[in-house]
T-cell receptor, first 117, second 109 residues
Framework: DAGVIQSPRHEVTEMGQEVTLRCKPI?????LFWYRQTMMRGLELLIY????????DSGMPEDRFSAKMPNASFSTLKIQPSEPRDSAVYFC???????????????FGPGTRLTVL | LAKTTQPISMDSYEGQEVNITCSHN???????ITWYQQFPSQGPRFIIQ???TKVTNEVASLFIPADRKSSTLSLPRVSLSDTAVYYC??????????FGKGTRLHILP
């Protein structure tokens, strides 16, 4: 099992440019999560999908951020235009969620380190 | 979701047992206590989960008293490789979980 795959692993861009982060969840998982981690704010949930449908996007900081999940094996997080304060590590995680299950273990990818100059 | 409180950081020495306590005073009946571990430059990974009493696996033990308002993660005989951030979470079994700041554990030689 390859685990959650994220690309790119590192991204350096200039302010104002569009950035697209990609995630391939574990095959068979039906929930996908995007997190952002910084020293100041810790690990923040941005948005999550269940069966490819966005369920909660209350963590998305502003309209510059958007996320899509066109199918069960692929998701993107886009920032347009990017700003220096968007610099962070962005993690994608997936899980196999079952209604009524006692817990829901999330499997995290290696993250994408984004630097906006 | 119930809020959790845990120490910001801890230091210990190799070979010792480390106990990290987390308080969750507002835990609900259906909530489980879950711990994740995050090594530098990696995403968090699940290590243990419990509802009450004691749970043990190959990585750690989790002690939960009868009132469930706190829990203690116990790492036996730590090594340098156990240096990581440990997150205590309250998990209701729905999709969403909230990570706090965690406890930064530093193991010294």
């Amino acid at each position: 099992d390859a685990g959650v795959i994220q690309s790119p692993r590192h991204e350096v861009t200039e302010m104002g440019q569009e950035v697209t982060l990609r995630c391939k969840p574990i095959s068979g998982h039906n929930s996908l999560f995007w997190y952002r981690q910084t020293m100041m704010r810790g690990l923040e949930l941005l948005i999550y999908f269940n069966n490819n449908v966005p369920i909660d996007d209350s963590g998305m900081p502003e309209d510059r951020f958007s996320a899509k999940m066109p199918n069960a094996s692929f998701s993107t997080l886009k920032i347009q235009p990017s700003e220096p304060r968007d610099s962070a590590v962005y993690f994608c995680a997936s899980s196999s969620w079952t209604s009524g299950a006692s817990y829901n273990e999330q499997f995290f990818g290696p993250g994408t380190r984004l630097t906006v100059l | 979701l119930a809020k959790t409180t845990q120490p910001i950081s801890m230091d210990s020495y190799e070979g010792q047992e480390v106990n990290i306590t987390c308080s969750h005073n507002n835990i609900a009946t259906n909530d489980y206590i879950t711990w994740y571990q995050q090594f530098p430059s990696q995403g968090p990974r699940f290590i243990i989960q419990g509802y009450k009493t004691k749970v043990t696996n190959e990585v750690a033990s989790l002690f939960i008293p009868a009132d469930r308002k706190s829990s203690t993660l116990s790492l036996p005989r730590v090594s340098l490789s156990d240096t990581a951030v440990y997150y205590c979470l309250v998990d209701r079994g729905d999709d969403k979980i909230i990570f706090g700041k965690g406890t930064r554990l530093h193991i010294l030689p």
